[in-house]
C-alpha cells in the first residue's frame, strides 16, 4: 500500500522560503504525478503544483513566480519550495499523488478525455507565517 | 476557464438521498473526481472517472456528469458522511492546471 511521509519547517518568518519534502513508500514512483497542495485556515483546497518521475512540472499560474518542485527519484521524494513568505501562505500543505485512469475500470466515451484523480495524500504539514 | 464552482453548504436528514454539484468548463471534457474530507483530516477519494468507487469507499457514493455538471450523490446518508466535499478535474483549455472546486460542507440532520 502506498503512502506519502511529508516533512517540514512549521514554522516561518515573512520573506523566508517555505521547504518541504513528500517521501513515497510501497509503491512505483514513475507513471504518476507528484502534487502540492495547500489549505488555509477554515478554507478550500488551493493546488500548487505537480512534478512528474522525468522532472516535468505544471504550476498554478497564481504562484508560479514563487513556485519550484522538485524531484529525487533515486530516494522516491518530491519537495516544494516556496519563496517570500506572507502570513497568506500560512495552511496546512498535503503532498498526493496524481493520475489518470487506466484499465478495465476507466470508461471516457469519445470527445471524454481520460479521467484524472489524486488517489493517495500524505496526513499534511501546518505551516505558520509570523513575524 | 479553469474554475470549479460548488454550493458552499447543503443538508440532508439522515437516511435520506442528497446530490452535490460542481460545474465549470473542464467538466464537459473530464471527469469529475470527488474528495471528501473531515475536520483535521486529509482528503479522501470517494469517486473518480465515470462512476468509479476506490477499496473501502461504500457504495452508497455515487457519480454522474452531464453537461459542464458533475454530481455526487449519496444514497442513505450516514451520519459519518458529514464532511467536507471536493470536487476537481484538470482544467481543458490546455494549460495543464489542476483545478479543485470551492467545496460543499455537508451536514446531515
Known amino acids: 500500500q502506498v503512502q506519502l511521509q511529508q516533512w517540514g519547517a512549521g514554522l516561518l518568518k515573512p520573506s523566508e522560503t517555505l521547504s518541504l519534502t513528500c517521501a513515497v513508500y510501497?509503491?512505483?514512483?514513475?507513471?504518476?504525478?507528484w502534487s502540492w497542495i495547500r489549505q488555509p485556515p477554515g478554507k478550500g483546497l488551493e493546488w500548487i503544483g505537480e512534478?512528474?518521475?522525468?522532472?516535468?512540472?505544471n504550476y498554478n499560474p497564481s504562484l508560479k513566480s514563487r513556485v519550484t518542485i522538485s524531484v529525487d527519484t533515486s530516494k522516491n521524494q518530491f519537495s516544494l519550495k516556496l519563496s517570500s513568505v506572507t502570513a497568506a501562505d500560512t495552511a496546512v500543505y498535503y503532498c498526493?499523488?496524481?493520475?489518470?485512469?487506466?484499465?478495465?475500470?476507466?470508461?471516457?466515451?469519445?470527445?471524454?478525455?481520460?479521467?484524472?484523480?489524486?488517489?493517495?495524500w500524505g496526513k499534511g504539514t501546518t505551516v505558520t507565517v509570523s513575524s | 476557464s479553469s474554475e470549479l464552482t460548488q454550493d458552499p453548504a447543503v443538508s440532508v436528514a439522515l437516511g435520506q438521498t442528497v446530490r452535490i454539484t460542481c460545474q465549470g468548463d473542464?467538466?464537459?471534457?473530464?471527469?469529475a473526481s470527488w474528495y471528501q474530507q473531515k475536520p483535521g483530516q486529509a482528503p479522501v477519494l470517494v469517486i473518480y472517472?465515470?462512476?468509479n468507487r476506490p477499496s473501502g469507499i461504500p457504495d452508497r457514493f455515487s457519480g454522474s456528469s452531464s453537461g459542464n455538471t458533475a454530481s455526487l450523490t449519496i444514497t442513505g446518508a450516514q451520519a459519518e458522511d458529514e464532511a467536507d466535499y471536493y470536487c476537481?478535474?484538470?482544467?481543458?483549455?490546455?494549460?495543464?492546471?489542476?483545478?479543485f472546486g470551492g467545496g460543499t460542507k455537508l451536514t446531515v440532520l
Open positions: 498526493a499523488r496524481g493520475r489518470y485512469c487506466s484499465g478495465g475500470s476507466c470508461y471516457f466515451p469519445g470527445g471524454w478525455r481520460s479521467p484524472y484523480y489524486m488517489d493517495v
Open positions: 510501497g509503491g512505483s514512483f514513475s507513471g504518476y504525478y
Open positions: 512534478i512528474n518521475h522525468s522532472g516535468s512540472t
Open positions: 473542464s467538466l464537459r471534457s473530464y471527469y
Open positions: 472517472g465515470k462512476n
Open positions: 476537481n478535474s484538470r482544467d481543458s483549455s490546455g494549460n495543464h492546471y489542476v483545478v
